[in-house]
């Protein structure tokens, strides 16, 4: 569809975007412009679904997996996977911003080709409008019933599942957007395999306060679940330990948290256990679990990875391996100076969204009053 009739469009509640990826050493700057399209004629929640037997599990990792499986090793590709998820959620939420529009709900979803990895019938339900997204070709190839040519991006001994009934009786209303087609910088080469690091983890551990939840913290979650074979752990910081956050008076309260962060996981990888957890320290489960082998931090909170490891070799737990989320080196790097300045200038963070609720609420107060 082109630039002048998408832009006639009117908005809709909640919106779906298809896509699909033709490698993942490529930042998927091509996405840049569908995205922003989504985004922008949404109103309350923006699901994009990326396609690709890259995102099947790895061969003999269990979890649905019958070990036919042609997926890559996801810590080898955590890097990779980071940085795609990143540059997707920083388009959306960046136009979200720019509308006004802080609180629109977006989530992306990592699908594989292998029936184990069903497609979410209810995202398919639940959209008002449906868009497709793929370079050089279209989602609907996807479908079998649809089409008897398979794309490009996939291997041609690949099963290809059909996408649940309530999407396909849905195929005529399917929007082809067209991708973003400007040059962009070669992405730096992929570090060499560790043969040392497994594909997946049993159980992966990881933590937060989770208020508000925004693209910062599902790509913590994400990158979480995406490593875990078995078990995430999350650990949800208690309200006793949030007296001094900014604007405490709208953050929200630990069910509420815990209930919204268990719905985006459970949507993002379902087939693993989702134990989530009210912490009141920095260790949680870390601190004593003896079943845990993997634990995921951002940038900022490296520093309690150190004093976890502390306490679990004065425990004489066994050492962690921990992975890093740092979405600003691990994409800018990759992307051209425009989609670094629309990384840089994205806000995802609990405390922008409280600021924006109270501001919000004090213009209505004002409003009412006069």
Known sequence: ??????????????????????????????????????????????RIVILSPFFD??????????????????????DDVQRLLTFVYVQATKVAQDLGNILLDIDVLLRGTAVADAFPERVALEAERIFSGAPDITILAYMPLLSA?????????THLPA?????????????PLEPDVHSHSAPPASPPVDPSVPPLYPVVALGGT????????????????WIARRKLIVGITGDALLGKKEHRSVLEPL???????????????????HDLVPINDVFGPTGWDADIQALVVSKETLSGASSIAKRREEQALPPLRTFVIDVISATEASV???????????????????????????????????
């Open 1 to 46: 569809m082109s630039p002048a009739l998408t832009s006639s469009l009117k908005d809709v509640q909640h919106t779906l975007l298809l896509t699909t990826v033709h490698n993942l050493h490529d930042a998927p700057n091509f996405l840049a412009a569908p995205v922003s399209t989504a985004a922008r004629t949404s109103t309350q929640g923006l």
């Open 57 to 78: 599990l790895p061969p003999d990792s269990g979890s649905g997996s019958d070990g036919t499986s042609r997926g890559l090793s996801r810590t080898a590709h955590w």
């Open 149 to 157: 040519s398979v794309p490009a991006v996939v291997p041609p001994d």
């Open 163 to 175: 996408l649940p009934a309530a999407l396909q009786k849905r195929s005529e209303e399917i929007i």
């Open 210 to 225: 989770f208020d508000h939840l925004h693209a910062g913290h599902k790509i913590l979650l994400s990158m979480g679940a």
């Open 255 to 273: 069910p509420v948290r815990t209930a919204r962060t268990r719905t985006f996981l459970e949507l993002f990888r379902p087939g693993i256990v």
């Open 336 to 370: 051209d100076a425009e989609d670094a300045a629309v990384l840089r200038t994205a806000k995802m963070s609990s405390t922008y969204i409280r600021e924006w609720i109270v501001k919000n609420q004090k213009q209505e107060t004002q409003a009412s009053a006069s």
